[in-house]
């Protein structure tokens, strides 16, 4: 079994579409771990805010299933199959971590890691000891030396 994390966000009637996002990740998946849930501006164009948290998952699926599996959720819950990358979003299901894998022709670790507190602080509250697969340092340290003021950040309670 591999041990997976995904990232999770939308901008687009964000509350239902997590929730429909973790529904269908459970089904598939079975038991999920969560972290909190943040709201932050849109990174890389100008729109609506977004929701954003880190899900913690095992799989036996080989990594190429496991996006596969992830991409068809997001269809299935109205992303269209041609989105743009920096746009308002449905659903998105962005596969951070597969166990220590490092393949760079899938991105993985995701770069967004390191690059976005949206993804970085809800990781590094999940899973705070695990290390990064290439900087072999925990998620806990990065955050702890990410440029706080960089992008802004905070805890939503969005009653899921």
């Keep these: ?28 998946f079975g038991e999920l771990t969560l972290s909190p849930i943040y709201e932050s501006e849109a990174v890389g164009f100008s729109g609506c805010n977004f929701y954003n948290l880190v899900v913690g998952i095992t799989t036996q699926l080989p990594v190429k ?20 990358k920096f746009a308002p979003r449905t659903l998105d299901l962005d596969l951070l971590l597969y166990d220590r894998l490092i393949d760079l022709s899938i991105d993985l670790p995701r770069a967004e890691i390191t690059k976005n507190a949206f993804v970085l602080k809800p990781l ?12 072999g340092q925990t ?10 003021d960089k992008q802004k ?8």
């Design 1 to 28: 079994m591999a041990n997976v994390y995904i990232g999770v966000g939308s901008s687009i009637n964000k509350r239902e579409n997590i929730q429909l996002g973790l529904g269908a990740l459970e089904l598939v």
């Design 65 to 84: 299933s496991l996006i596969c599996e992830l991409k068809a959720i997001e269809v299935k819950l109205g992303r269209a199959k041609n989105a743009l």
């Design 124 to 135: 590094a509250e999940l899973a705070p000891l695990l290390e990064h697969p290439v900087l």
């Design 139 to 148: 998620y806990q340290h990065l955050w702890a030396n990410y440029p706080q």
């Design 153 to 160: 950040l905070w805890q939503v309670n969005a009653g899921l």
